[in-house]
């Protein structure tokens, strides 16, 4: 689907057109048909066939006309993919533009799934931490993103929580004193 669509220059008029609706409305049955197959399945090609369907979807509908105010939502979706995917980096910078966004519909969680992402990098990490004398890479960004947290969602329990567990990766490094 995305080789045939690569070549096509969808106009004001094409978009309008039944045709156009129809095929944006089949690519959008079809990732949701993929992606809750995956979710109670948890089947690997269910999860790429979401993930291919999904951005094509953003790509190719989103990016040029949002009618419904959908892109938020499905960049929720496709950093979910990641996430089951292990490419918590990815899903973190996802996670980051949709905070960003400001859409109340989805900032909270946003911001809550980008420091989550983070804090997985971090775990993945743990294995790496031998003696160093301050944080990692991904550590300083963690701290970053909970900071950031806290400015945009102020005092809710969850970037408190951020928080205090930015407190404790620095409270383990004798160089951030």
Same mark, same amino acid.
């Not at 609706?21 to 409305?25: D, I």
């Not at 979807?57 to 979910?80: G, Q």
């Given at each position: 689907v995305e080789k045939r669509l690569a070549?096509?220059?969808?106009?004001c008029s094409v978009m309008?057109?039944?045709?156009y609706?129809?095929?944006?409305?089949m690519v959008r049955h079809t990732v949701t048909q993929a992606h809750d197959r995956y979710r109670h399945k948890a089947s690997t090609n269910d999860l790429y066939v979401a993930e291919g369907?999904?951005?094509?979807?953003?790509?190719?509908?989103?990016?040029?006309?949002?009618?419904?105010?959908?892109?938020? $939502?499905? #960049?929720?979706? /496709? &950093?979910?993919?990641?996430r089951a $995917?292990? #490419?918590?980096? /990815? &899903?973190a910078g996802l996670y980051h533009d949709v905070l960003k966004s400001d859409d109340k519909r989805y900032k909270k969680e946003a911001g809550l799934l980008w420091v989550a992402s983070l804090a997985d990098?971090?775990?993945?990490?743990?294995g790496n931490q031998h003696?160093?004398?301050?944080?990692?890479a991904t550590e300083t960004q963690y701290i970053a993103a909970t900071a950031e947290l806290q400015d945009l969602l102020p005092d809710t329990p969850e970037a408190v929580a951020?928080?205090?567990r930015s407190a404790q990766i620095l409270a383990g490094y004798p160089s951030t004193v």
């Open positions: 070549g096509i220059r969808f106009s309008d057109g039944t045709s609706q129809n095929l944006r409305a369907f999904y951005k094509l979807y953003l790509d190719t509908f989103l990016s040029v006309r949002d009618p419904h105010n959908e892109t938020n $939502e499905i #960049k929720m979706y /496709i &950093a979910e993919i990641y $995917e292990k #490419k918590d980096l /990815i &899903a990098l971090i775990h993945s990490d743990s003696k160093k004398t301050e944080p990692s951020a928080e205090l």
